[in-house]
Every structure is written in C-alpha cells, then in structure tokens.
C-alpha cells in the first residue's frame, strides 16, 4: 500500500471543518433517484409492511430479532450460489445478535442514502454496511467501535486516463457516491484545491462503480481498499494510484437515542468472544488475498473461459462424491497445472491435479494425462488426507489443513501441529499452523521435530492461492454479487 505522507498535512489542515459542511454544485450531478423497489434479497428480509420505530434493547430482546440495514456486496452481505446468507457484516452482527439472544434480520437497500435515511427514520435498529465514521456521520447517529481499519484509494484503469497524485485529479473524470466519506475527503481537499470537481452518484453502489471504471465509463473512482483487493481480482485492469486517505475506522452506525444498544456492541467488540468473531471474519474474508498479481488474475479468468467448461462437469462429479466444493477442487486443479491435462513438472508429476506415481497407483489410475481420473484421484486424494485430521477440526481449517498436506505432505503437517502445541498455538487452526509452517525450514525448529526440514512457505503460499481462486470463481458464477461483465 502506497504512503500517503503527500496528504496527510493538507488532509489534517481541513478535514474536521469540511466534513460538515453543505456540498458546493458539483458538475453533472444527477437529481436525486426516486427509492428503488425491493430487491429479491428485500423479500427475504423485510415484512409485507415496513416497522417503523426507535426500539430500546429491552424491546429488541422481547421481539427475538435485531433488524440491521446493509448493502448487497461481496464486502458486506450477499447471498451465496446456494442462497444462503454470507458476508463480513452478516457473520459479525449475527454472532452479536446470538450474544444478545435473539436473530438478526437483515434489511438490504441499493445505495448509500437509502441506509443512511433509513437508519435515521428509525426503520431499523441498526447498520452494517461498511460505513466510515466521519464527522458528519457522527452528529447524526452513533457509532459501534470499528469493526476493522480501512484507507480510501484513488483507482484508475490500466492504460486509461489517470491520475497519479493529487494535484492531477481535476484533470480526470471522477465519479464518487453522493454523500459518502469519499466525498467527505473530497470536499476537505477542495478548500486547498477549488479547480477540483467530481461528479456525484445517488444511485448505485461503490462496486457498480468500479465496473465504471473497468468499462472506460469513467476515469476513477474514490473507494476503500478492502472493497479494491475483492474486486479487482474480477476486474485486473483497475489499479490503484494512491492512497486518499489515512486509515479510517469503519463501525456499525446507529440511531442517536440507541445507547444502551450501543453499550451492548461495544462490550461485545471488545470481549474475547468478539475478537475471536471479528479474527476469524476478517481470516475467512480477507486473510487469503495476497499481494494483487495482475498477470497471474489475468491469466485465470482467460482460462476459466477457454479451458475451464470442458472439466467443470468432472469437477462437480468429483466434488459431490467426497464432499467438497466444487470451485475449491477446481482451483486446486488450476494452481496444480493452470488446467493443462499434459501438465509435467520436473519431479514427474503430471496430469491436471498434478499426480505422482506413487499416488495415481494407490489410487488406481492407469493414465494420470486422462482428465476424468486425474481429477476424480486428486478428489478422492484430499478427501483422505482431510479424514486423516481429526474430526472436531471445524470446516474450512480442516479442508485447507488437507489442501496443505496434498502440498507438503501428512508427515510435515503432524510436525507444524505438534511445533503450534510447543509454541502455544492451536493445532487445530489454520490462522495459527498457517505461521507455524514456515519456521519448518528454520533449523532451531526442524531438527526437533520427526520428520526435519520441509520448505514450510509453500503449503501457506499455495492454500492461499487455492483460496484466492476459488473466490474468484465462485464470484464469477454468483449471479447474487454485483459483478457485471468477466471478459474485457
């Protein structure tokens, strides 16, 4: 991530008189969209007719739900290709609403203003949406401690009209989300920059724009860096410039008059059971992305198009049959051999899932270049490392332990759990084995352990990888996220 020394005196100079500030005209701005109609995820979540009130805790407990507004988007709450709820915001405030002993029911709106408006109506209890705590914010509503840190970004498209430093924003087409904390930072460097304009959305959200952005719609956009890392894995050609922004806290917001509710959330953030929640979110959404590769992403969605239909049907067979997922075995197979049947490694390992000799004659197979006993072995192959963890291992550690030892082997992996006892750590969690690994090619650690040195980077690098493509893929087939177009 990119210093943003460059702005953070002329940030600091004007930001807490600007935020509050009414917004000067602005160029091509839109009026203000009529609200939109329930979305399918709004019929799942709301009653015939909207309740309208500014509920104390006692209430909320009494009713059993807590009602939550959010937003459709990978970073905050979606439904999945099965149609079940998933998402940051949708695991962290249901584990909250479990703690206060009762359910949470979500309440999805298309943009921005909706939540905001909606919120301050009293329609709902509280919301999760990703949202920054500006000033401005804060004298209308209260706000939870942060649920994570995240930096606003400028992001531009490769070999578009761009902008690589402050001074030349006024020089590109620049669309934000109306009154969002975007526009706040906006507005505070306008004091010191008035040739600076942008152009003001009411109507969709900040992923909407990026496809903006990636369509040559628009120069650039303004978003927050987590919201940049899920994305452009579907879109490579985005880059960021720089940072906007210093690292912001992002909460949950609520009505003025919620305190008790708010004493609630708070407690619960900072108790262990919060942390442990917010830890294991923050592992399962984003502890997978790596560094952006744009050749590497590039490169995958070319071949999910030309390579990947052929096999996919062998993948999903494959998957049913030893209860695995199906996008996650072919992200295995693509990391293996980029989906290449007559793939050979200098070991001799060959075929789509990488087989050795030992391996394909234990399992059975007479040709390891046939793609349908390739991949049916190398499924049937992680499933029986996966029963050789032990069962009370919780799901998806005990799949990417397996995905691990596939990579480095069962013996390296009983060597990195008895290192994660010595050292303190949980045997039975990625997050902690995914640090422990590496110290199995320090030989302070290896030359106590049974089976010695192992080059213990590699299995974290390649679960990782496996983690960021099935993402990938299972975001392009998802038709519940607002992704458009895959193809350039």
């Known amino acids: 991530m990119r210093a943003y020394s460059h702005l953070s005196l002329l940030l600091a100079a004007v930001l807490m008189s600007a935020c509050g500030q009414s917004m000067p005209p602005m160029v091509s701005e839109p009026p203000p969209a009529p609200a939109a109609p329930a979305t399918a995820a709004d019929t799942r979540t709301l009653d015939a007719k909207p309740q309208t009130s500014r509920r104390n805790l006692s209430q909320i407990r009494s009713s059993g739900e807590l009602r939550v507004l959010t937003r459709n988007a990978a970073t905050t709450y979606y439904l999945d290709r099965d149609e079940q709820a998933a998402g940051p915001e ?19 709106k298309e943009t921005l203003a909706d939540i905001l408006d909606s919120l301050s109506r009293g329609d709902a209890d509280m919301a999760a949406a990703g949202l920054t705590a500006t000033d401005d914010r804060e004298q209308r509503f209260l706000f939870s401690e942060p649920t994570r840190h995240t930096t606003q970004q400028l992001v531009c498209r490769r070999r578009g009209t761009v902008a690589r430093d402050v001074a030349a924003l006024s020089k590109v087409k ?15 460097l306008r004091q010191q920059l008035p040739e600076l304009v942008w152009q003001r959305n009411h109507d969709i959200g900040t992923e909407q724009l990026l496809q903006k952005v990636w369509q040559r719609d628009i120069d650039c956009t303004i978003t927050d860096s987590n919201i940049v ?4 894995r579907l879109l490579p050609e985005l880059i960021v410039m720089f940072d906007i922004s210093p690292p912001q806290a992002q909460g949950w917001a609520l009505p003025a008059t919620a305190s008790e509710l708010l004493v ?6 900072r108790s262990k059971a919060g942390r442990e929640v917010l830890s294991d979110v923050d592992e399962r959404y984003y502890g997978h992305i790596d560094t952006f590769d744009y050749v590497d992403t590039r490169a995958l969605l070319r071949r999910a198009d030309e390579r990947l239909p052929q096999y996919r049907k062998l993948f999903e067979q494959a998957a049913r049959r030893h209860n695995l997922d199906p996008q996650l075995l072919a992200a295995q197979a693509y990391q293996e051999s980029h989906w290449d049947p007559a793939a050979r490694s200098p070991t001799g390992v060959r075929g789509l899932m990488m087989l050795t000799r030992d391996t394909a004659d234990s399992l059975g197979v007479a040709d390891r270049l046939d793609p349908a006993q390739s991949i049916a072995a190398g499924a049937r192959y992680l499933a029986k490392l996966r029963k050789r963890f032990r069962a009370e291992i919780g799901e998806p550690d005990r799949t990417y332990m397996a995905l691990a030892a596939y990579n480095v082997g069962r013996a390296h992996m009983h060597d990195a759990q008895l290192l994660a006892r010595r050292l303190g750590k949980d045997p039975h969690s990625w997050a902690d084995l995914r640090e422990v690994l590496p110290l199995l090619s320090n030989p302070r650690y290896y030359k106590t352990l049974k089976y010695g040195y192992a080059r213990g980077l590699e299995p974290v690098r390649y679960v990782q990888r496996i983690r960021n493509y ?6 392009r087939d998802n038709p519940n996220l607002p992704v458009l177009a895959r193809k350039d």
Request: glycine share 2%; aromatic share 10%.
């Open 90 to 108: 949708y695991e962290l405030v249901s584990a909250f609403a479990a703690a206060l002993g009762v359910k949470a029911r979500f309440v999805v």
């Open 470 to 475: 099935q993402d990938i893929l299972a975001a």
């Open 174 to 188: 620049l669309e934000v989300i109306a009154d969002s904390a975007y526009e706040a930072t906006l507005t505070a």
């Open 229 to 232: 890392d899920v994305n452009r």
């Open 264 to 269: 609630e959330a708070n407690h619960w953030l």
